[in-house]
């Protein structure tokens, strides 16, 4: 037992000659001194005792946005030898204890017993050598319908994988970071006490100066995406105003760009994004609506992606403005992440496309 290679002096437990017949295989123990070393009673008790034996328990809770009520949802934890279920309180708050009193690691899965869920299960691995283990898991709705701007009251379905899975160019709509192997995946995107946020115009640009007609052709887009989005999320600022502000835009023109916009953004640790850049080629890109707002959705935090009708597919197949596909996820990713800074949960997206992947 594993339990004994702790113990100062190693100790064997006897173990019975097989009562063989004439018949048998089985060599005969040479003859001499027993060096065998017997445990004592108090050490095989010892090996019993309670604290050895421990029942581990996972605990934790559920969130999701505008979630109440938690009937209809079951709780499994599965080890390498046992499976465990439990049920959730009115409040989403679960307590699983483990029969498998040996198992290092399990993986706790959420599953929807309705015909038609609202949320999609989801598979997160954990390890179980503490006695307890507390989770905020954080689930992703499987319709979400549009409650502000232009598209309010569109219903759209939600897939866990289509803002995760990678593009031609290998971006992906909804960006994760995690800051070493052992941490966990944070999703990317600004504090909510950020937004709205400060945009400037560079006046240090190599190209040539933006004029009064430029800038206002640009805030039109601005504004636009806001309408489709139904936030707002930028404001205008002077260079001075904001020099050692992180949660600032700044948009410039360099003729040397190898595309007509570019948008660099940066995060740290925690996944809060800073001191993002917006350039465009030319002071003609930004009377281009459907360029300007592809940058803008770059700015505040989602990549490109194909997997449905998109204002940010990297090609120039891309829609002329925000599709309500783009706003539904956009809404949706926003709130989980507002929920999830706030609660320190465990994102659902990864999660849950785990989850489709159990066999």
């Known amino acids: 037992m594993s339990a004994c290679t702790a113990n100062a002096r190693q100790v064997a437990f006897p173990v019975p000659a097989p009562e063989g017949d004439s018949g048998s295989s089985l060599a005969s123990a040479p003859t001499g001194t027993d060096s065998t070393v017997r445990p004592s009673f ?39 030898w046992r499976t465990d279920s439990g049920s959730l309180s009115s409040a989403g708050e679960f307590a699983v204890g483990l ?76 960006r994760f ?12 995107g600004w504090r909510p006490a950020d937004i709205p946020l400060a945009l400037v115009f560079a006046r240090d640009s190599m190209g040539p100066a933006i004029a009064p007609a430029d800038s206002a052709a640009f805030w039109r887009s601005v504004r636009l995406l806001e309408a489709d989005l139904g936030a707002k999320f930028f404001h205008p600022a002077m260079s001075y105003e904001v020099i050692e502000n992180d949660a600032k835009v700044i948009v410039r023109i360099d003729p040397e760009l190898h595309a007509n916009g570019v948008t660099s953004v940066g995060w740290g640790p925690r996944a809060n994004l800073q001191g993002v850049e917006m350039a465009f080629r030319s002071v003609r890109h930004l009377h281009d609506r459907a360029i300007v707002m592809h940058e803008l959705l770059h700015t505040l935090g989602f990549g490109h992606t194909s997997a449905w009708n998109s204002l940010m597919r990297a090609s120039t197949r891309r829609a002329a403005r925000a599709t309500p596909e783009d706003v539904a996820y956009v809404q949706m990713l926003l709130s989980l992440r507002q929920i999830e800074v706030t609660s320190g949960a465990l994102h659902g997206l990864i999660a849950a496309t785990a989850s489709q992947q159990e066999p």
Do not use: C
Not at 44 to 73: C, I, N, T, Y
Not at 133 to 149: C, E
């Open 177 to 188: 970071h995690r800051a070493n192997g052992s941490a966990r995946w944070k999703s990317v």
């Open 99 to 174: 029969s498998d009193v040996t198992a290092d690691s399990v993986d706790l899965i959420v599953r929807s017993t309705s015909r038609v869920p609202a949320y999609h299960s989801v598979r997160i691995g954990t390890e179980a050598r503490d006695p307890e283990f507390n989770a905020a898991i954080l689930l992703v709705p499987t319709l979400w319908t549009i409650t502000t701007g232009n598209y309010a009251g569109i219903a759209i379905r939600i897939s866990a994988r289509a803002p995760i899975v990678r593009g031609a160019d290998h971006s992906r709509f909804a």
């Open 42 to 80: 108090e050490e095989v008790m010892g090996l019993l005792h309670p604290s050895r034996l421990q029942r581990k328990v996972v605990r934790g809770r559920l969130l999701a946005p505008d979630r109440e009520r938690w009937d209809g949802f079951q709780i499994f934890i599965r080890s390498a």
